[in-house]
């Protein structure tokens, strides 16, 4: 039996796709140490450095101290301590939302939030490029769910016509091929008729591999004329970008529900997600990753807590970001580099081959950097890459130490 993992593991060895995990620990100023070599870090989520600041360090020691180190228990059970309401109430107010609801990760909201939120019958549009969470959530859903090509809102626009029909003329053989796929979670009522079967469309603000942005004007102006509604993923925006630092969708009106994370800008880990209040409620009994999941911990929830005071704050640093990752961009591509339709903190460098990414984070790292190289299937075959994500700690020094060894590997190549 244990034959087939044994070849699925040569498989990737093979197709030069195969992972390790490595042992870490942050060094300070933007640089890590892996299997005891320090290196420059343009591998992290840590967009403003928040994971290494005293604030969010001494609020998750009071929060221990004042609670202890678990929550033990869901947060249905005991788990639900006083301080999330609190924080929850925070980030509402940040946001501009009318409530929100904290889960224990990004992973787990996006794949059980869309799970319980769609409800059989409804029309479910997600870019092409979403994150597995939520191509996860949609598999589990039952929904009729479809992928328009990326950004393309003339696509997304012509599937929906076509898919409303199909479910108005043959609304049962939808229900079989629902059935057929195995989708499991049904708990919105399906005595919906197809007419008037919700519509959503599901995106990043920030897509995480490309480093690109939604066109959040234009689906929040369809979204209004045509009555659908949104499911946006803010893990990457969260922090970097909006009113208050808080997001894309911060402080704009619309139906549905706006997501991210606190383990990426927001320096510590765990998950939100902001919308109405009976949203809310809905998802406080009918979705599984906060039923059956045990509540943050007070390390954690001290954590996000300082975070939320602290990043309304640092326009200063979110400006030193993005001209920084502009310098990058624009140096890279005068070499001569695609870089997708990157215009944030994310910036892949595309080289195609699996062998090219490889090579390129070798010599980088070689010479004191570290910069993943993202391979299928995290990414379509073909577009194999080294994907930079920047920090407000960087210097420019550093960058341009980096772009000095990407122009000389790129010269020795060619
Ligand atoms: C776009 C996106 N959504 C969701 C997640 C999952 O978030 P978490 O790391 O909190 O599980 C990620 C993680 O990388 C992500 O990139």
Same mark, same amino acid.
């Given at each position: 039996m244990l034959d087939q993992y044994a070849q699925a593991l040569q498989d990737r060895v093979e197709n030069q796709t195969l992972r390790a995990?490595?042992?870490?620990?942050?060094?300070?100023?933007?640089?890590?140490?892996?299997n005891g070599k320090r290196l420059v870090n343009f591998s992290s989520n840590d967009y403003l450095g928040l994971s290494q600041h005293p604030a969010l360090a001494e609020r998750s020691i009071e929060f221990v101290k004042?609670?202890?180190?678990?929550?033990?228990?869901?947060?249905?059970l005991s788990g639900n301590l006083d301080a999330f309401e609190k924080i929850e109430k925070k980030l509402a107010d940040l946001k501009g939302a009318e409530a929100a609801l904290i889960l224990p990760s990004g992973f787990q909201a996006n794949s059980t939030v869309l799970a319980a939120a769609l409800a059989q019958n409804s029309i479910v549009a997600a870019d092409k490029y979403v994150h597995r969470s939520i191509i996860e959530g949609l598999q589990l859903s039952s929904s009729n769910w479809f992928r328009y090509k990326h950004n393309d809102l003339a696509d997304l626009e012509q599937q929906f016509?076509?898919?409303?029909?199909?479910?108005?003329?043959?609304?049962?053989?939808?229900?079989?091929?629902?059935?057929?796929?195995?989708r499991r979670i049904q708990n919105v009522? +399906?005595?919906?008729? %197809?007419?008037? #079967? $919700?519509?959503? *469309? !599901?995106? /990043?603000?920030?897509?995480?591999?490309?480093?690109?942005?939604?066109?959040?004007?234009?689906?929040?102006?369809s979204a209004a004329m045509r009555g659908f509604a949104l499911f946006i993923d803010e893990a990457h925006a969260t922090g970097v970008t909006g009113e208050n630092g808080m997001g894309m969708t911060a402080g704009k009106?619309?139906?549905?529900i706006s997501m991210g994370t606190f383990g990426k800008a927001l320096g510590s880990f765990g998950a939100y997600i902001c919308c109405s209040k009976l949203m809310?409620?809905?998802?406080?009994?009918?979705c599984s990753g906060?039923?059956?999941?045990?509540?943050?911990?007070? +390390?954690?929830?001290? %954590?996000?807590? #300082? $975070?939320?005071? *602290? !990043?309304? /704050?640092?326009?200063?640093?979110?400006?030193?970001?993005?001209?920084?990752?502009?310098?990058?961009?624009?140096?890279?591509?005068?070499?001569?580099?695609?870089?997708?339709?990157?215009?944030?903190?994310i910036i892949p460098i595309i080289l195609g081959t699996e062998e090219s990414a490889l090579n390129l984070c070798k010599y980088l790292e070689d010479n004191g950097f570290c910069?993943?190289?993202?391979?299928?299937?995290?990414?379509?075959?073909?577009?194999?890459?080294?994907?930079?994500?920047l920090s407000a700690v960087h210097t420019l020094d550093q960058i341009d130490q980096f772009l000095n060894l990407v122009r000389s590997w790129h010269e020795k190549k060619n």
């Amino acid at each position: 039996m244990l034959d087939q993992y044994a070849q699925a593991l040569q498989d990737r060895v093979e197709n030069q796709t195969l992972r390790a995990l490595r042992s870490c620990a942050p060094a300070g100023n933007g640089e890590i140490e892996i299997n005891g070599k320090r290196l420059v870090n343009f591998s992290s989520n840590d967009y403003l450095g928040l994971s290494q600041h005293p604030a969010l360090a001494e609020r998750s020691i009071e929060f221990v101290k004042k609670y202890g180190t678990g929550s033990g228990a869901s947060r249905l059970l005991s788990g639900n301590l006083d301080a999330f309401e609190k924080i929850e109430k925070k980030l509402a107010d940040l946001k501009g939302a009318e409530a929100a609801l904290i889960l224990p990760s990004g992973f787990q909201a996006n794949s059980t939030v869309l799970a319980a939120a769609l409800a059989q019958n409804s029309i479910v549009a997600a870019d092409k490029y979403v994150h597995r969470s939520i191509i996860e959530g949609l598999q589990l859903s039952s929904s009729n769910w479809f992928r328009y090509k990326h950004n393309d809102l003339a696509d997304l626009e012509q599937q929906f016509e076509r898919r409303a029909q199909a479910l108005i003329e043959k609304p049962d053989e939808n229900k079989a091929k629902s059935k057929k796929k195995g989708r499991r979670i049904q708990n919105v009522s +399906a005595k919906v008729s %197809a007419e008037s #079967a $919700a519509k959503w *469309i !599901v995106t /990043e603000s920030v897509f995480s591999m490309d480093g690109d942005t939604c066109k959040i004007d234009d689906l929040l102006f369809s979204a209004a004329m045509r009555g659908f509604a949104l499911f946006i993923d803010e893990a990457h925006a969260t922090g970097v970008t909006g009113e208050n630092g808080m997001g894309m969708t911060a402080g704009k009106e619309f139906s549905g529900i706006s997501m991210g994370t606190f383990g990426k800008a927001l320096g510590s880990f765990g998950a939100y997600i902001c919308c109405s209040k009976l949203m809310r409620e809905y998802l406080v009994n009918f979705c599984s990753g906060l039923i059956y999941s045990t509540a943050l911990p007070p +390390a954690v929830l001290g %954590a996000i807590d #300082a $975070a939320l005071d *602290i !990043v309304p /704050e640092m326009d200063e640093e979110r400006l030193a970001l993005a001209a920084n990752a502009e310098y990058m961009r624009s140096s890279l591509k005068k070499m001569g580099f695609d870089t997708a339709g990157s215009t944030t903190q994310i910036i892949p460098i595309i080289l195609g081959t699996e062998e090219s990414a490889l090579n390129l984070c070798k010599y980088l790292e070689d010479n004191g950097f570290c910069v993943p190289a993202i391979r299928p299937p995290t990414v379509p075959s073909g577009s194999s890459r080294l994907r930079v994500s920047l920090s407000a700690v960087h210097t420019l020094d550093q960058i341009d130490q980096f772009l000095n060894l990407v122009r000389s590997w790129h010269e020795k190549k060619n």
